[in-house]
DNA sequence: CGGGCCATGTAATTTGTTACATGATTCC
DNA sequence: GGAATCATGTAACAAATTACATGGCCCG
């Protein structure tokens, strides 16, 4: 149910295409919810069949504006006091849980290749961080949001560097004898 | 893929059985990759058609006891040398982009509930972390994974106190004059 | 007039969730 | 004898991914 209440979420800010909702989920849940443009479009029309959206106008090349009725507007906010779901799927840091698999210089390279990502990912984060804020509820909600992923990538990458040294650690154990079973 | 590669990564450790392999999702990966039962048996068939693992024992209650074969080991391999898929879903952190829709007191309720459940995450990983620790290569690489959960937690627990007090200070602007647009 | 972007959809398949279903063993 | 835990499965449904499919508009 994410996907229908991420997108009523964006349409109670204003109407919106499908189009133009699927560059938000792109721009700015990518990184919480993505969602393609394949889920997107059904997933309208069903919310337009269910009374939570509707049609509001169309343009060329088969534009149609969605905006959002009363009926969805308490659905959304029925939906933020529920109790979110904690549960999340890590595919790459799963990786992490089998690096013992791997010899110490491999497990370290997935480590140094993973660095880069998330210093791409700060680098893109801060950059937008720059960008002036206007005051508006939506841009601190985001601005918020934001500031997690920063930090998330900064913690990410501290956590990098001393996972690296473990390693090497254990590798050419200093000073004391080797303490492996 | 990844549930598929997972069970084969435990079973890369030792043989086990569709019921412990169950337990160790629970116990250790639920914070990367959920899955139940339900998910897993099928899977462990699948395993076995394919010749990636193979049923080396039973006993009773019908258990049986998988183990991996060299062509599963070659599986887990070869998918731990390619790239992750960076995306990830957070159904908890999705509704911070639409904090901007509460009043401004329902934002800061939400924050709170946050806050306990990241606290008894910290609590849980850091009473984890209290156990002694045998050096086995698997150990290690699940210690470092659950040096991340840590610092993940409280890097969580700090970033949500900060968002409470800009959202209060949103609310009651203090000393200037009211800048919300 | 061609490339890029705007714009919307469907279909097939894979994954994942929830509920249903059953039964053995162990411990109190 | 009854509750908890061990132990394995299936079925129905929902969600998500990937590929297929089409066409208009605008700018150079």
Redo the contacts with the bound molecule.
């Keep these: 149910?994410?996907?229908r209440h991420s997108l009523l979420g964006l349409l109670a800010e204003q109407p919106r295409?499908?189009?133009?909702l699927?560059r938000l989920f792109d721009e700015s849940l990518l990184n919480v919810w993505?969602?393609?443009?394949?889920?997107i479009?059904?997933e309208?029309?069903k919310l337009a069949a269910d009374g939570l959206i509707r049609q509001t106008a169309s343009?060329?090349?088969?534009?149609?504006v969605y905006a959002i009725t009363p009926e969805g507007l308490d659905e959304v906010m029925a939906w933020l006091r529920t109790e979110p779901d904690h549960?999340t799927?890590n595919p790459s840091f799963l990786r992490v849980f089998f690096l013992w698999l791997m010899e110490p210089e491999d497990a370290v390279a997935f480590l140094e290749r993973e660095e880069l990502e998330h210093e791409a990912k700060l680098r893109e984060f801060e950059a937008k961080a720059e960008l002036p804020v206007r005051d508006t509820s939506r841009e601190w909600a985001f601005r918020l949001a934001l500031d997690w992923g920063v930090r998330y990538e900064r913690e990410m990458l501290e956590w990098n560097a001393w996972a690296r040294r473990v390693i090497e650690e254990r590798r050419t154990p200093a000073g004391s004898a080797r303490a492996r079973r």
Tied chains: 1, 2.
């Design positions: 149910m994410s996907l295409t499908g189009y133009e699927t993505p969602a393609s443009h394949s889920q479009y059904p309208l029309a343009g060329s090349r088969g534009k149609k549960s799927k």
